[in-house]
């Protein structure tokens, strides 16, 4: 019983969260909810690293504005997490998770990749019903 309460907070604190990231991403419109969109997918076929590395590549142009901003939701989300799962002591932003992703152990990389995936589903339920706009 104690677990079934620790995972649904674990849920709910997820949702609330998500929910006041995507209520920021408001004010970058319709190309935040298309981000959130295409990013777990990207994640899903060419693994977290690489779509990190991709959003942080977009760093300087239009596009990177909306990008670093999820990058930044994300990273929030994770030094915020209740299990403490992730050891992100010395990272502080997401251009450092970028650069200590691939310093992660299979088991930490697979953990991290579950998380962002739960969050990122949770925001992207809530960008689609606050956003206006086509994708």
């Known amino acids: 019983?104690?677990?079934?309460?620790?995972?649904?907070?674990?849920?709910?604190?997820?949702?609330?969260?998500?929910?006041?990231?995507?209520?920021?991403?408001?004010?970058?419109?319709?190309?935040?909810?298309?981000?959130?969109?295409?990013?777990?997918?990207?994640?899903?076929?060419?693994?977290?690293?690489?779509?990190?590395?991709?959003?942080?590549?977009?760093?300087?142009k239009k596009e990177g504005i909306v990008y670093l901003e999820i990058g930044r939701h994300v990273f929030e989300w994770l030094k915020k997490d209740v299990n403490k799962s992730f050891k992100l002591?010395?990272?502080?932003?997401?251009?450092?998770?970028?650069?200590?992703?691939?310093?992660?152990?299979?088991t930490e990389y697979r953990a991290l990749t579950i998380e962002v995936l739960a969050f990122l589903n949770w925001l992207r339920r809530f960008a689609d019903g606050l956003i206006e706009g086509e994708e």
Not at 51 to 60: V, Y
Not at 89 to 106: A, H, P, R
């Open 1 to 60: 019983m104690t677990q079934q309460t620790n995972l649904k907070g674990i849920e709910n604190g997820r949702a609330e969260f998500a929910y006041q990231c995507a209520e920021q991403g408001k004010d970058k419109g319709k190309d935040y909810k298309s981000y959130v969109k295409k990013i777990p997918m990207m994640i899903k076929t060419n693994g977290i690293g690489s779509t990190f590395a991709f959003m942080f590549s977009k760093n300087g």
């Open 89 to 106: 002591e010395n990272i502080n932003s997401f251009q450092d998770l970028v650069k200590n992703i691939v310093k992660l152990n299979s």
